[in-house]
């Protein structure tokens, strides 16, 4: 086994053409034990680990592409920055180490731009060879996969992770649907809020994506009302007093801080979550991740018109702009309908998947069931990131589970992973 990363120019490439009938198996000497597809914080994380390990792994898409062009510009992390380390195993590679080295100054919330240059950091120091071409379609060979990226170049590999993150999974809601998009955007979707200054826009949510986008927007001086379901707004680090308790604090919350008092040190333990019967892992998981805004938040939106417990019933254009219709039978005109209304993950909206592989792998409600080392129902095909968090709890919705997932998936694979296909 070697120890790289394959690049453009240096993928293994088959004597095969796009389109060919591919020869099943035996998988050659020189095909990759590790594929990986998505170069967001766990693609990046898994490829350090697995390189380190010693295993010939190659990482496939551009690096940070979700947070660089689908994050409102002026967003702050939400997540504190001990939780917004992309791990990897020497731990010299960490957001100080960036700041240190690029001559930034330590700031808490980290910027997005922070984030996005230091996972470009993280990426040209440990994973020079990374091959930007995303993958346009993945195929089971028996043993192995065979990948093939967007230029038609075929890829195969023993293991195939796949790390391609929650951009198809937007939930809009059907009201929503027959809008034009120059009308109607969901939050991750690369929201330009300077292009909507000026306008009238409605933001709907009440978690954090969406409070944000409204204090982005207010500030670039829109005319923004939210309007959110919930009775009233929540925030993130409501008991304070909780969290200045010193040695019993620290019991209550990881440093993650994901989840409230008690449910915060379960989720930093996804092989203990993973142990919970699933109806109750699911109940841990949406209380953990209810929809809640950063504290830094509330003075930002001091001068928003917020409406909460209304939602609406119906959206219509008219005169360039949309009509709204809210359940107390109020209606709002405004210019833009911004959507901060999460996502549902769904692995078949993925657009890779032959619809043969896509049969055999078994999901619970959309999420693939997945069992030690994320592996799938398909030997050898696995999963990290959100579309993990059915099974391992909701750590692995946020940068912090890059340390559990890259770990775990790495020792299942280097134990017993690539042996099993030789
Ligand atoms: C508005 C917003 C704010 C957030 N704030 C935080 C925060 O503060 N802290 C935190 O921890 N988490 C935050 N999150 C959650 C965050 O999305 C995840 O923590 C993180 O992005 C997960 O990393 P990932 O690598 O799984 O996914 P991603 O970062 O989405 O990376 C997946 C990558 O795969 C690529 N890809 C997809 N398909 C292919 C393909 N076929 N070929 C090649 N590449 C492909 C995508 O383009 C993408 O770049 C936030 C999410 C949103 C939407």
Redesign the pocket.
Known sequence: MTTSTLGPHEAHVTSEHHGRAFPPSPLAETDLDAAI???????LSAAAHLKAAGLKVGI???P????AS??PAG?L???PRV??NIAEPSRNFSLAAFETTAGLPPRAPVPLETFVAYGHWFQRQLLPNLDAR???SVEHLGPGFRLVLEDGEPIRCKRLVV?????PFQRIPSLFTSLPGSQVQH??SGCDVKSLSKKRVVVIGAG??ALECAALLHEVGSDVEIIARIPALRWIGQHPVLHNLGPISSLLYSPHDVGPAGISRLVAAPNLVMRIPLKLRDRIRTRAVRPAGSKWLPARLEKVKITTGRSVTSAHSEHGGVRLRLDDGTERSTDHVLLGTGYSVDISR?S?WSEQLLQQIATIDGYPALQTGFESSVSGLHF???TAARCYGPLL????GTDFASRELTSKIVKRGVRSFA
């Open positions: 597809i998505g170069a967001g914080p766990y693609g496939f898409g551009r940070m592409d979700f947070w689908k994050m967003m992390l939400r997540s939780a917004s995303e993958v346009a790390a391609a993150g929650i951009g939050c991750y954090q994506s993925y890779f990290i990131g959100a919705y946020f940068v912090a």
